[in-house]
């Protein structure tokens, strides 16, 4: 690869794949941290010699670096304080693979240009109505009434990019990335619960719709996205009139398996909007805590909704032609993205 065509984004991306810090890498390379940081940073470039040596401690091909790169910010991940920086980067590098192959050339024939309603939003606005806003994006994806069908199938019509893979770390949800060609969401796939999966999307959705590439990374934004998947998946005035004038576990069983959301989801909604009072919803949380409900709930649900562009995406022979310079690693790791969770 000539010097001239590398990407510095590349370079990051390939060192969070793996996990490393620049001072590895550094020393690897037999260099200062302070001269590999120029490197990232596009102030300096490495000469071939290096660049030979970069690839094979990072397990790429040279041309890997010389793929331009569509920049974002960092991702909208939950729980920051209890995410190790590494996790949270290797996932948003992964996001960023991902994104690739769903702008290709092999991918333009499955998945349609990027269609979602916005509805942008300031972080600390005391005025917004996740309630409203949840109710337009309905509106805007010709949602009818009821509860919200097969949501992947929805989006990915919507020409939204979705992976499923396991995060292998507790403490990384799901998460998204808002690219402005092609936004990507990653669904954990080591948390087997259709229910808390279809949540988790509606939550990435709502950032795409409310915060986008604007704000991002405060507590706030993650409540504004937890309140608008409530209001999308429950909407307000049609689940009020479904509630039970006082608890009743049978019937939230059954508006469990009717709306295709947890227990846990329907006892905070039905709080929030005033139907269950604080003394009867901390009643139901604690009893349910006391059965197990809150590690295994009952009345599963199946499997989680799977995502379909990626498998066809792979399986196509194109793919690997266009795709020569992504690491066989990578390619495993987006296959194993694929398959349905068991």
């Known amino acids: 690869m000539a010097e001239q065509g590398l990407q510095p984004g590349r370079i990051r991306i390939a060192r969070e794949l793996r996990g490393f810090t620049q001072a590895d890498l550094a020393r690897r390379l037999d260099i200062t941290a302070s001269a590999f940081s120029q490197f990232e940073a596009g102030a300096t470039r490495p000469g071939?010699?290096?660049?030979?040596?970069?690839?094979?401690?990072?397990?790429?091909?040279?041309a890997f670096f010389a793929e331009p790169v569509v920049e974002s910010h960092e991702g909208f991940f939950r729980s920051l304080?209890?995410?190790?920086?590494?996790?949270?980067?290797?996932?948003?590098?992964?996001?960023?693979?991902?994104?690739?192959?769903?702008?290709?050339?092999?991918?333009?024939?499955?998945?349609?240009?990027?269609?979602?309603?916005?509805?942008?939003?300031?972080?600390?606005?005391?005025?917004?109505?996740?309630?409203q806003i949840a109710e337009d994006t309905r509106r805007a994806l010709h949602l009818g009434p009821g509860p919200v069908p097969h949501l992947v199938d929805l989006l990915e019509a919507r020409g939204l990019a979705i992976i499923r893979m396991p995060l292998n770390t507790p403490d990384v949800d799901a998460f998204s990335v808002p690219f402005p060609d092609r936004p990507v969401v990653v669904l954990?796939?080591?948390?087997?619960?259709?229910?808390?999966?279809?949540f988790d999307l509606a939550h990435e959705l709502g950032h795409l719709v409310m915060h986008g590439n604007e704000v991002w990374g405060m507590p706030e934004v993650e409540r504004q996205a937890h309140s608008f998947a409530a209001a999308l998946l429950m909407p307000r005035d049609q689940i009020s009139r479904e509630f039970p004038d006082h608890m009743d576990w049978p019937r939230f069983f059954a508006l469990k398996r009717r709306w295709q959301v947890s227990l846990g989801a329907l006892l905070l909604r039905a709080k929030s909007i005033g139907?269950?009072?604080?003394?009867?919803?901390?009643?139901?949380?604690?009893?349910?805590?006391?059965?197990?409900?809150r590690r295994a709930?009952?009345?599963?649900?199946?499997?989680?909704?799977?995502?379909?562009?990626?498998?066809?995406?792979?399986s196509k022979r194109e793919t690997a032609e266009v795709f020569s310079w992504l690491p066989e690693s990578i390619i495993e790791d987006l296959a194993q993205a694929a398959i349905p969770s068991r």
């Open 297 to 314: 709930e009952p009345i599963p649900l199946g499997e989680p909704e799977q995502p379909r562009w990626l498998t066809r995406a792979l």
């Open 48 to 62: 071939p010699a290096t660049l030979q040596k970069l690839a094979e401690a990072l397990q790429v091909p040279p």
């Open 81 to 131: 304080r209890r995410t190790a920086v590494i996790d949270r980067r290797r996932a948003r590098a992964i996001a960023q693979l991902a994104h690739d192959l769903a702008t290709s050339r092999p991918a333009a024939d499955i998945l349609p240009p990027i269609s979602l309603p916005t509805f942008p939003v300031m972080a600390f606005d005391e005025s917004l109505d996740t309630e």
């Open 275 to 293: 139907r269950l009072s604080e003394a009867s919803y901390l009643t139901a949380v604690k009893a349910a805590s006391a059965r197990g409900w």
């Open 188 to 198: 954990g796939a080591d948390k087997n619960d259709r229910a808390r999966s279809r």
